[in-house]
């Protein structure tokens, strides 16, 4: 009887357990898709002028981190995965400080070798801007960079 008992706590247990556990491994595949390397191409919000740079995405723990240069300048941002609005596609979002709030959203896709292909508004939080800034990212990883 005693080994009755004993089993079914151990039961209980196991199933009390289960959900958390799966709950931390259920996180979506988009966490472990966008890290890697990008060559970016973007428009500055409320402006026509335009820019190239090189980029690098890599997990930190419970964040994305990504490395950027743009004329010379490097720069990181985190980010996390999450959906758009309840039921909605899953984006990259950033959030920092550059004199002001500032956030950007990346909608995550793929390109035709099914590498990630991220399009990004970007601007002061809030949105203020006629028009926001813009980036695409584009894999790198399927070539070599370019030697100078």
Not at 117 to 122: I, K, Q, S, V, Y
Request: proline share 7%.
């Amino acid at each position: 009887m005693e080994l009755v008992r004993l089993t079914s706590v151990l039961l209980l247990v196991t199933l009390a357990c289960s959900p958390t556990a799966a709950a931390e491994q259920d996180e979506p595949p988009q966490w472990s898709f966008v890290p890697g390397r990008y060559q970016l191409i973007g428009r500055h919000p409320d402006s026509l002028r335009t820019y190239t740079g090189t980029a690098r995405i890599e997990r930190v723990g419970k964040k994305l981190r990504l490395s950027r240069e743009i004329d010379g300048r490097k720069s990181q941002l985190f980010g996390v995965i999450r959906r758009a609005d309840p039921g909605e596609a899953y984006v990259l979002a950033f959030k920092w400080d550059e004199k002001s709030p500032m956030e950007m959203v990346c909608l995550i896709g793929s390109d035709l070798d099914n590498y990630a292909r991220l399009t990004c508004h970007w601007g002061k939080a809030g949105n203020p801007h006629k028009q926001p800034g813009m980036e695409a990212y584009f894999a790198q990883e399927p070539w070599e960079p370019l030697k100078d």
